[in-house]
């Protein structure tokens, strides 16, 4: 099990940009890949983006061209950039670790993105 700490979501007017972290105190995160996962009130858990131990990355139809996913080994953290955010885009986000040795995967407890003007 890895532990995850999500931050920088918040409150945003359409149009405008947020950077969610996914941090991993005391792993590291270069060994996994990661996901960002989207809850809208009512709806299933969705795959917003995801980048691999090699830094390949994969996208969702309606966020490519606007979000980018992207890590920094150093910071042991993965980044989601939001540019240009609707309000379809509001929801709980949450990022994913999966183990490539283990198969296991770990939650962190997510942060909400409202986007309203």
């Known amino acids: 099990q890895v532990r995850l700490v999500e931050s920088g979501g918040g409150l945003a007017q359409p149009g405008e940009s947020l950077r969610l972290s996914c941090a991993a105190p005391?792993?590291?995160?270069?060994?996994?890949?990661v996901g960002w996962y989207r809850q809208a009130p009512g709806n299933q858990r969705e795959l917003v983006a995801s980048?691999?131990?090699?830094?390949?990355?994969n996208y969702a139809d309606d966020v490519r061209g606007r979000f980018t996913i992207s890590r920094d080994n150093a910071k042991n953290t993965v980044y989601l950039q939001m540019n240009s955010l609707k309000p379809e885009d509001t929801g709980v986000y949450y990022c994913?670790?999966?183990?490539?040795?283990?198969?296991?995967?770990?939650w962190g407890q997510g942060t909400q993105v409202t986007v309203s003007s």
């Open positions: 005391g792993s590291t995160l270069s060994l996994f890949n």
């Open positions: 994913k670790a999966h183990s490539r040795y283990t198969q296991a995967d770990s």
């Open positions: 980048i691999d131990y090699n830094s390949r990355r």
